[in-house]
């Protein structure tokens, strides 16, 4: 197949150009797909979110719920940017819901819901400005910038094998210094999955630059969720609660198959992802209704994967290591 012919990445690397993310150091899917080290970085990244997210329903929900991930990344990089002397900058509830007007994954109700679970769990405040105390400011917490340095990391540290592919100075060593979390004792803890839920354990705090990380994709916002919209499927299934885990767990169960037969019972997705059993049910014919699975008994007991589930899992993750290398 002659992925840099693609229609989906054809259209993202017009809109990369458009907004600059395309340099000297743009890296193509199928330079991804091609190298000698992707199977094994594929496998990386999708190992440490299944450590990360397993059994941990509140942050699961949070930051891999597509509207609540693209809400919450938004809110980050507004965050990020604003300045105290430009009034136009500030983030605000209106300023939020304005950013993401238009979207049909976060709508204003959606993400006023979103902004009062992340204040209930600590993870956001409000607070007056001070320079007008007529206004409110969202304020993210060290809980939530510590979380998504975790997460950025899960995903960005196992890229390093793609060296290769980058000229000095550009993209992944930025990537990784800026989502650097403040220790690495402290940081381990978000890769146990026996640990108690994020909700109860201390996280360690998001490294300086981070927030430099962020104001540096802020430019790229929309390529990135574009990206992300280049695969319907994918994204559908990561709409609802559970999904994109599900979607992980079928793809880590399908790498450690021996006859092409999975076994993922829904007991089992129900107790991983924190939905109930009718959810997990529905979840998993939904995948089947993508094409990545053929459920072949009842409870999950026994799944076919599809060609379909790895080859859309191959794209979808060569897209986004190809976005983050591009990244100067």
């Known amino acids: 197949m002659n992925t840099d012919a693609d229609p989906a990445i054809a259209g993202y690397s017009l809109l990369a150009q458009d907004t600059g993310v395309a340099n000297g150091a743009f890296v193509s899917r199928g330079q991804i797909l091609a190298h000698p080290a992707f199977a094994d970085v594929r496998n990386a990244v999708i190992n440490n979110l299944i450590q990360l997210f397993r059994g941990d329903y509140l942050l699961g929900r949070l930051l891999l719920e597509e509207g609540r991930y693209i809400t919450i990344q938004t809110l980050l990089h507004l965050a990020a940017c604003q300045q105290a002397e430009e009034r136009a900058t500030w983030l605000t509830l209106g300023r939020l819901q304005t950013r993401l007007s238009g979207s049909e994954l976060a709508s204003r109700n959606r993400i006023e819901a979103l902004v009062a679970i992340l204040e209930r769990y600590g993870f956001l405040e409000r607070r007056k400005a001070e320079e007008d105390m007529r206004v409110t400011l969202l304020i993210p917490t060290a809980r939530l910038w510590g979380s998504d340095a975790i997460l950025v990391e899960a995903l960005a540290q196992p890229l390093t094998a793609f060296r290769d592919l980058q000229e000095p100075g550009n993209g992944l060593r930025h990537v990784l210094c800026r989502s650097r979390i403040g220790t690495a004792e402290a940081g381990s803890a978000g890769f146990d999955p026996q640990a108690p839920a994020w909700s109860s354990r201390d996280l360690a705090s998001a490294g300086a630059g981070h927030r430099t990380w962020h104001r540096a994709l ?83 007991r026994e799944i076919e994967p599809l060609p379909a589930l790895q080859q859309s899992a191959d794209i979808w993750f060569a897209d986004h290591m190809a976005f983050v290398l591009g990244l100067g």
């Open 218 to 300: 802020a430019p790229h916002l929309d390529a990135f969720f574009a990206l992300r919209a280049a695969h319907p499927e994918i994204q559908s299934l990561a709409a609802r609660d559970g999904g994109y885990l599900t979607f992980l767990l079928l793809l880590a169960e399908a790498n450690q198959a021996q006859d092409n037969r999975i076994s993922l019972p829904f007991e089992t997705l129900s107790n991983h992802t924190g939905v109930s059993r009718t959810h997990a049910r529905l979840l998993m014919e939904q995948a089947e209704a993508c094409g990545f699975v053929r459920l072949k008994a009842k409870g999950g």
